[in-house]
C-alpha cells in the first residue's frame, strides 16, 4: 500500500523512551511528568465516574467545563469568551492541533512553521494536502526574523503556526513577536493557530503572552490548550481549542468525526478542579522554576553550556565542548554509557542543523533530576 505519510517513522520519543528501558537510563527525554496527578482531581474522577457520568458527553464539551475554560480565559487574559459557542474539548492537544489544521488547510495550501517544531504539525498539514513552510531558528537565542517570515508569504499561504511557551527551545515569544504577527496577518488575511500548551509555566516572573489577551489576533486564530500539562495527566488525553464562533463551527464539523466527544468523567472532574482550586494554576510556574533551578544548579559544574529556559519544562543543553557527534549519535552514547535519556534537537527540523543540542525534561521528581545530573557532570 502507498504510504500518506511516507517520510514518517517511529517517533524520537518512543525511540529515546525505549533505549533508557532496555538500558535502565534516567529518562529526561519525553515530556511527561514523573510525579503524580494531584490527589483532589483524582478524587474528583473517581467520585464523578461512581456517579454514574461515563457516558457520551455533548461533542463541545460538557458546559460546567466549557464555562470554567471561558472563566480561567477572564482571569488570566482579561477577555470575556462565549463558552458554549467558542470552548471546544478535545481529546487531548494532538487532537485539537490536527483538527484546526482540517478545519483551514485546503488542497495547495501553505503553512508556515518555525524550526524546531513540535513533529505533529507537518504530517497533518500533510493529510489536509497541504505544504508545511519550514523557516529555522537558531541556537542558542531561537529568535523569529519578522522580515524572513514576511518573505516566505505567498498568495498560497494560508495559515501560521506559533507555540509559546515552545517546545523545544523553552523560549516565550514577547509583544514585538505578536505585533509584528498581527502585522503579517492584517496585510495577508491568513490565519493563526498558536499551540499555547504549556501556557501556566513560565518563569522568573514574566507572564504569558496568549493570542486571547488580542481581540486582533483571536478573531482569526484557533488557540490550543492542554489540561494534561497543567494538571500532570498527560494519559487522560484531555485538551481544547478556543476560536471565534465561526471558526469554532468549523472546528467543529472535523472534531465531531475524528473523536466526536471526550473522557466525561474527566471533563465533569476538571471543571471541578478548575472551580475549587485555581491555586494550582497560579503556582505551576513556581512549581517548574524550583525543578529548573534544581537541574540548572546542579549542571553547574559540568562541560554542558546550559541554555535559557523561559517556560515549558525543558532545558537545552549545548554539548559542543564535549563531543563533536551528531547529536542523535550523542543521545544515544549518552543513554548507553552515561544512563541519562535526552531528545536531540535536530530531528524537529526539516533540514537538520549542525548545532549541537539536547533537550531534558525537568518535569521529574529533584533526586531523579540530582542523580541525572551527577551522572552528566563526569563528562
Not at 511528568?33 to 463541545?60: C, H, I, M, V, W
Not at 487574559?77 to 483538527?99: M, P, R
Not at 513577536?177 to 513560565?202: G, M, P, R
Request: aromatic share 8%; hydrophobic share 40%; charged share 20%.
Amino acid at each position: 500500500m502507498e504510504s500518506k505519510l511516507p517520510d514518517v517513522g517511529t517517533s524520537i520519543f518512543t525511540k529515546m523512551t525505549g533505549l533508557a528501558n532496555a538500558h535502565g537510563a534516567l529518562n529526561l527525554s519525553q515530556g511527561f511528568p514523573e510525579f503524580d496527578t494531584p490527589t483532589k482531581l483524582k478524587q474528583a474522577l473517581a467520585e464523578q465516574t461512581l456517579a454514574g457520568n461515563n457516558q457520551y458527553a455533548p461533542s463541545p464539551g460538557v458546559a460546567a467545563l466549557q464555562q470554567e475554560i471561558a472563566a480561567l480565559v477572564a482571569r488570566r487574559y482579561q477577555q470575556d469568551i462565549d463558552a458554549s459557542a467558542q470552548v471546544t474539548v478535545t481529546a487531548g492537544a494532538t487532537e485539537a492541533l490536527f483538527v484546526a489544521i482540517q478545519a483551514l488547510v485546503r488542497d495547495g495550501d501553505e503553512v508556515i512553521v518555525f524550526d524546531p517544531a513540535y513533529d505533529s504539525y507537518r504530517p497533518a498539514v500533510e493529510l489536509a494536502r497541504g505544504k508545511t513552510v519550514h523557516i529555522p531558528l537558531s541556537a542558542p537565542d531561537y529568535e523569529i526574523d519578522w522580515t524572513l517570515v514576511s518573505n516566505k508569504i505567498t498568495e498560497k499561504t494560508r495559515a501560521i503556526i506559533i507555540n509559546s511557551p515552545h517546545n523545544p527551545s523553552a523560549k516565550t515569544l514577547k509583544q514585538v513577536d505578536l505585533d509584528s504577527l498581527k502585522t503579517l496577518l492584517d496585510q495577508h488575511d491568513i490565519y493563526l493557530i498558536s499551540d499555547e500548551v504549556y501556557e501556566h509555566i513560565t518563569f522568573d516572573g514574566a507572564s504569558h503572552l496568549s493570542v486571547l489577551r488580542d481581540p486582533a489576533l483571536s478573531e482569526r486564530a484557533f488557540v490550543i490548550s492542554s489540561f494534561g500539562k497543567t494538571f500532570h495527566c498527560t494519559g487522560w488525553k484531555m485538551g481544547y481549542c478556543v476560536a471565534p464562533p465561526a471558526l469554532s463551527s468549523e472546528f467543529r464539523k472535523i472534531h465531531q468525526f475524528v473523536n466526536f466527544s471526550s473522557f466525561t468523567p474527566a471533563q465533569f472532574a476538571l471543571a471541578e478542579m478548575l472551580r475549587d482550586a485555581p491555586e494550582h494554576v497560579d503556582e505551576l510556574s513556581d512549581f517548574y522554576q524550583q525543578k529548573r533551578d534544581v537541574l540548572v544548579q546542579a549542571l553547574a559544574p559540568s562541560r554542558f553550556k546550559v541554555l535559557p529556559s523561559e517556560g515549558t519544562y525543558f532545558l537545552l543543553l549545548d554539548y559542543s565542548d564535549i563531543s563533536t557527534l551528531d547529536d542523535v549519535t550523542f543521545c544515544q552514547q549518552l543513554i548507553e554509557q552515561s544512563g541519562v535519556a535526552a531528545i536531540p534537537l535536530s530531528v524537529f527540523y526539516e533540514k537538520p542543523t549542525q548545532d549541537k543540542i539536547i533537550r531534558l525534561c525537568f518535569a521529574k521528581e529533584t533526586d531523579t533530576l540530582i542523580a541525572a545530573a551527577e551522572k552528566l557532570c563526569q563528562l
